[in-house]
């Protein structure tokens, strides 16, 4: 079956930086969307960031210019740098692999937790 591990999360200091990285197993990772997602205590889940299978990057306005995703289709992962965190970055953080709307997969999802 298909699955999506994640890791990377943590805590980390306002100002500080984390890496996420998100890897897929028994789908051909090129096909997909890749897309990471957040969700805080009492939110619904939005968007953060996503790439598609050609590399185009569109971001979340609260995230653009502090976060960065990447994709490496060698080792089927997806990765979201994330610099000058804030605690409003707060959330369990969703990987996503689309490629239709029934082709569709979600991660376990990843605690990050911004806090002095």
């Known amino acids: 079956q298909v699955q999506l591990v994640e890791s990377g999360g943590g805590l980390v200091q306002p100002g500080g930086s984390l890496r996420l990285s998100c890897a897929a197993s028994?789908?051909?990772?090129?096909?997909?969307?890749m897309t990471w997602y957040r969700q805080a205590p009492g939110k619904q889940r939005e968007l953060v960031a996503t790439i598609s299978s050609g590399g185009s990057t569109n971001y979340a306005d609260s995230v653009q210019g502090r976060f960065t995703i990447s994709r490496d289709n060698a080792k089927n992962t997806v990765y979201l740098q994330m610099n000058s965190l804030k605690p409003e970055d707060t959330a369990v953080y969703y990987c996503n692999a689309r490629a239709t709307a029934l082709d569709n997969y979600w991660g376990q999802g990843t605690q990050v937790t911004v806090s002095s």
């Open positions: 028994r789908i051909i990772f090129s096909f997909y969307v």
